[in-house]
Protein backbone atom coordinates (compact mmCIF):
# COMPACT_ATOMS: atom_id res chain seq x y z
CA UNK A 1 0.00 0.00 0.00
CA UNK A 2 1.73 3.34 -0.96
CA UNK A 3 1.72 5.35 1.62
CA UNK A 4 2.69 9.42 2.48
CA UNK A 5 2.51 10.38 6.56
CA UNK A 6 3.43 13.80 7.38
CA UNK A 7 3.89 15.43 10.67
CA UNK A 8 5.32 17.68 13.41
CA UNK A 9 2.82 20.73 12.55
CA UNK A 10 1.46 22.93 15.30
CA UNK A 11 1.62 26.65 17.01
CA UNK A 12 4.61 28.64 16.90
CA UNK A 13 5.52 31.92 17.55
CA UNK A 14 7.24 34.38 15.33
CA UNK A 15 10.79 33.81 15.18
CA UNK A 16 9.97 30.09 16.02
CA UNK A 17 11.09 26.89 14.43
CA UNK A 18 9.23 23.53 13.42
CA UNK A 19 10.65 20.47 12.05
CA UNK A 20 8.36 18.28 9.42
CA UNK A 21 9.01 15.14 9.14
CA UNK A 22 7.34 12.24 6.25
CA UNK A 23 7.56 9.09 6.13
CA UNK A 24 7.27 6.81 2.46
CA UNK A 25 6.44 3.70 1.42
CA UNK A 26 9.91 2.28 0.50
CA UNK A 27 7.99 1.28 -2.97
CA UNK A 28 7.55 5.69 -3.99
CA UNK A 29 10.33 6.68 -1.71
CA UNK A 30 13.25 4.79 -2.99
CA UNK A 31 15.42 6.29 -5.90
CA UNK A 32 12.62 9.26 -6.52
CA UNK A 33 12.58 12.43 -5.47
CA UNK A 34 10.28 14.25 -2.47
CA UNK A 35 8.99 17.74 -1.85
CA UNK A 36 6.87 19.79 0.33
CA UNK A 37 4.34 22.21 -0.68
CA UNK A 38 2.50 24.56 1.63
CA UNK A 39 -1.50 26.01 0.87
CA UNK A 40 -2.60 29.32 2.91
CA UNK A 41 -6.00 29.71 3.10
CA UNK A 42 -7.06 31.07 -0.18
CA UNK A 43 -4.26 30.69 -2.25
CA UNK A 44 -3.18 28.26 -4.20
CA UNK A 45 -0.79 25.08 -3.27
CA UNK A 46 3.02 26.19 -3.71
CA UNK A 47 6.31 24.64 -3.97
CA UNK A 48 8.43 24.98 -0.71
CA UNK A 49 10.82 22.73 -1.79
CA UNK A 50 12.06 20.00 -3.01
CA UNK A 51 15.15 16.94 -2.62
CA UNK A 52 16.42 14.63 -5.12
CA UNK A 53 17.70 11.23 -4.00
CA UNK A 54 20.94 12.37 -4.57
CA UNK A 55 20.28 15.48 -2.25
CA UNK A 56 20.40 18.06 -4.87
CA UNK A 57 17.63 20.82 -3.21
CA UNK A 58 15.46 23.90 -4.82
CA UNK A 59 13.62 26.31 -2.47
CA UNK A 60 10.80 28.55 -3.01
CA UNK A 61 12.94 32.29 -2.95
CA UNK A 62 10.35 33.46 0.13
CA UNK A 63 11.95 30.31 2.32
CA UNK A 64 15.79 30.27 1.25
CA UNK A 65 18.03 31.00 4.27
CA UNK A 66 15.49 29.68 6.69
CA UNK A 67 14.05 25.91 5.46
CA UNK A 68 16.33 23.17 4.91
CA UNK A 69 15.04 19.88 3.09
CA UNK A 70 16.71 16.51 4.04
CA UNK A 71 16.30 12.85 3.56
CA UNK A 72 17.27 9.75 5.09
CA UNK A 73 17.21 7.37 2.29
CA UNK A 74 17.80 4.97 5.16
CA UNK A 75 14.53 5.32 6.67
CA UNK A 76 12.17 6.64 3.78
CA UNK A 77 12.00 9.71 5.22
CA UNK A 78 12.21 13.45 4.70
CA UNK A 79 12.45 16.32 6.85
CA UNK A 80 11.56 20.27 6.46
CA UNK A 81 13.89 22.08 9.03
CA UNK A 82 11.71 25.52 9.65
CA UNK A 83 13.28 28.14 11.04
CA UNK A 84 13.18 31.93 11.77
CA UNK A 85 9.30 31.49 11.12
CA UNK A 86 7.11 34.08 10.05
CA UNK A 87 3.22 34.88 10.11
CA UNK A 88 3.18 34.02 6.24
CA UNK A 89 4.58 30.61 6.69
CA UNK A 90 1.31 29.62 8.45
CA UNK A 91 -0.38 27.02 6.09
CA UNK A 92 -1.11 23.23 5.61
CA UNK A 93 2.08 21.89 4.65
CA UNK A 94 2.27 18.53 2.08
CA UNK A 95 4.68 15.98 1.50
CA UNK A 96 4.94 15.12 -2.18
CA UNK A 97 6.70 11.46 -3.49
CA UNK A 98 7.93 11.15 -6.86
CA UNK A 99 8.61 13.48 -9.84
CA UNK A 100 11.90 15.18 -10.65
CA UNK A 101 13.85 18.12 -8.91
CA UNK A 102 11.55 20.81 -10.46
CA UNK A 103 8.32 18.85 -11.06
CA UNK A 104 5.90 16.90 -8.35
CA UNK A 105 4.87 13.45 -8.18
CA UNK A 106 1.71 11.69 -8.18
CA UNK A 107 1.61 10.63 -4.66
CA UNK A 108 0.73 12.77 -1.53
CA UNK A 109 0.35 13.32 2.23
CA UNK A 110 -2.86 14.43 3.92
CA UNK A 111 -1.28 17.66 5.33
CA UNK A 112 -0.04 18.95 8.32
CA UNK A 113 -1.33 22.51 9.64
CA UNK A 114 1.86 25.19 10.72
CA UNK A 115 0.45 28.13 12.32
CA UNK A 116 2.74 30.81 12.86
CA UNK A 117 1.32 33.10 15.20
CA UNK A 118 1.52 35.04 18.63
Known amino acids: QVQVVESGGGLVQPGGSLRLSCAASISIFSGNSMGWYRQAPGKERELVAR???????IYVDSVKGRFTISRDNAKNTVHLQMNHLKPEDTAVYYC????????????WGQGTQVTVSS
Open 51 to 57: ITRDGRT
Open 96 to 107: NAGGTLWTSGDF
